[in-house]
Nanobody, 127 residues
């Protein structure tokens, strides 16, 4: 049974930093592409950052470009989202998702490619 468990969220002042963690168990992590999404009540979820199976390719939504960094450690079956220069509009529930069938090692999965999801960790940025 696949499980994705996020952690690292919390309350931070604008301009601060947080690092989110996503631990994946139940299936080999090395064969996956990973995405970090966020969602606020009443809004559609948004793909914030994504990383390929190899870790060599990444993609970010424009609003976080230059502030957020996605990474992975295959030995620890863990993906990370380093968030710097946080803004109040970054407030959301952040959750990770896994694509177990990327067609290539450098393929960055799109929103519709992910098949397993975590429950999320809340990030709140105060002004």
């Amino acid at each position: 049974q696949v499980q994705l468990v996020e952690s690292g969220g919390g309350l931070v002042q604008a301009g601060g930093s947080l690092k989110l963690f996503c631990v994946v168990t139940g299936r080999p992590f090395i064969n996956t592409a990973i995405g970090w999404f966020r969602q606020t009540p009443g809004k559609d979820r948004e793909l914030v950052a994504a990383i390929s199976q190899s870790g060599r390719s990444t993609k970010y939504t424009e609003s976080v470009q230059g502030r957020f960094t996605i990474s992975r450690d295959n030995d620890k079956s863990t993906a990370y989202l380093q968030m710097n220069s946080l803004k109040p509009e970054d407030t959301a529930n952040y959750f990770c998702a896994v694509d177990f069938g990327p067609p290539a090692s450098d393929y960055v999965s799109g929103e519709l490619d992910y098949g397993e999801w975590g429950q999320g960790t809340q990030v709140t940025v105060s002004s």
